[in-house]
């Protein structure tokens, strides 16, 4: 299991707003970075270092972190969210690579 | 632009070895984390680890593969690789390589288009 908690799946309606969560100790001390993955299709970054969008990500997608909690917020969700989030950072020991489990968007 | 391309196998017999090759093009290796990633049919992301390129190179690996994992450089090449030995029907899984940013977030900017690996028995 990872050491980075997510729900495994969140519904939003069009729209509105939603924040899919991922929880470790690790993030206490480190950046969070968040990918989207469509389905058959590879990742792509949306948020990284907390909440820093790469070029091309649209400004509905923000990041946040509190405590041991990251946040992925999408303000005014829309259909084409849809989609597969998943939150990556270090392990607790700091010296390795972790994503978490990832949580299944459905914009209803 | 960076672009990334696997490229192996599609299918490997039961207790052999895995081994993927990843060509890198639009930019140098050197600097950058350059990762395998792998997902099960209908799993999350799994790191396997990465290979470095600095002053020196160095490696990390995921402690739960750490035994049956090399991931090594051909910069001449512009290539990295994967190779995974003693594999079984757990190992099957679409294969990513991935390119992280050197600094505090190492974000992954850049993923291939992945590659399905199945192990036959």
């Known amino acids: 299991s990872s050491e980075l908690t997510q729900d495994p799946a969140v519904s939003v309606a069009l729209g509105q707003t939603v924040r899919i969560t991922c929880q470790g100790d690790?993030?206490?001390?480190?950046?969070t970075n968040w990918y989207q993955q469509k389905s058959g299709q590879a990742p792509v970054l949306v948020i990284y270092g907390e909440n820093n969008r790469p070029s091309g990500i649209p400004d509905r997608f923000s990041g946040s972190s509190s405590g041991n909690t990251a946040s992925l917020t999408i303000t005014g969700a829309q259909a084409e969210d849809e989609a597969d989030y998943y939150c990556h950072s270090r392990d607790n020991s700091g010296n390795h690579v972790v994503f978490g489990g990832g949580t299944r968007l459905t914009v209803l | 632009q960076v672009q990334l391309q696997e490229s192996g196998p599609g299918l490997v017999k039961s207790s052999e070895t895995l081994s993927l090759t990843c060509s890198v093009s639009g930019g140098s290796m050197s600097g950058h984390y350059w990762n395998w990633i792998r997902q099960p049919p209908g799993k999350g992301l799994e790191w396997i680890g990465y290979?470095?390129?600095?002053?020196?190179?160095?490696?990390n690996y995921n402690p739960s593969l750490k035994s049956r994992v090399t991931i090594s450089e051909d910069t001449s090449k512009n290539q990295f690789s994967l190779e995974l030995n003693s594999v079984t029907a757990a190992d099957t899984a679409v294969y990513y390589c991935?390119?992280?940013?050197?600094?505090?977030?190492?974000?992954?900017?850049?993923w291939g288009q992945g590659i399905l690996v199945t192990v036959s028995s």
């Open positions: 290979v470095y390129d600095s002053y020196s190179v160095s490696t």
């Open positions: 690790s993030l206490r001390n480190y950046y």
């Open positions: 991935a390119r992280a940013r050197q600094g505090v977030h190492r974000e992954i900017d850049y």
